[in-house]
Nanobody, 123 residues
Framework: VQLQASGGGLVQAGGSLRLSCAAS????????MGWFRQAPGKEREFVVG????????YYADSVKDRFAMSRDNAENMVWLQMNSLKPEDTAVYYC?????????????????WGQGTLVTVSS
């Protein structure tokens, strides 16, 4: 599976962005999908994941009620809607795919990664 993330950019605090992740090479319909982020000097961290059926999502506490993840298996796409952005949301955002049976927050569990898209939130 090849993943291509896009949609990052510069936004003021309180603003919104919508990230997209386009998959190719294989259908993602049987993959759990996740968004992760990595800020400068910090480790990559889990943001949100969605089960392969799309019925369950799990959010990091830091983004709960502000971010929303969705997927369309027919289009081989996932999205991350980010609202009420804060400067601490500044990071490179990565989409990832996991073949495992259970949705997980661990970076080590994900098998395929996109190249990342930079989100910068100014104060």
């Amino acid at each position: 599976v090849q993943l291509q993330a896009s949609g990052g950019g510069l936004v003021q605090a309180g603003g919104s962005l919508r990230l997209s992740c386009a998959a190719s090479g294989r259908s993602i319909s049987s993959y759990n999908m996740g968004w992760f982020r990595q800020a400068p000097g910090k480790e990559r961290e889990f943001v949100v994941g969605i089960g392969w059926r799309g019925g369950n999502t799990y959010y990091a506490d830091s983004v709960k009620d502000r971010f929303a993840m969705s997927r369309d298996n027919a289009e081989n796409m996932v999205w991350l809607q980010m609202n009420s952005l804060k400067p601490e949301d500044t990071a490179v955002y990565y989409c990832a795919a996991d073949r495992g049976a259970v949705l997980t927050t661990s970076t080590r569990a994900y098998d395929y990664w996109g190249q990342g898209t930079l989100v910068t939130v100014s104060s």
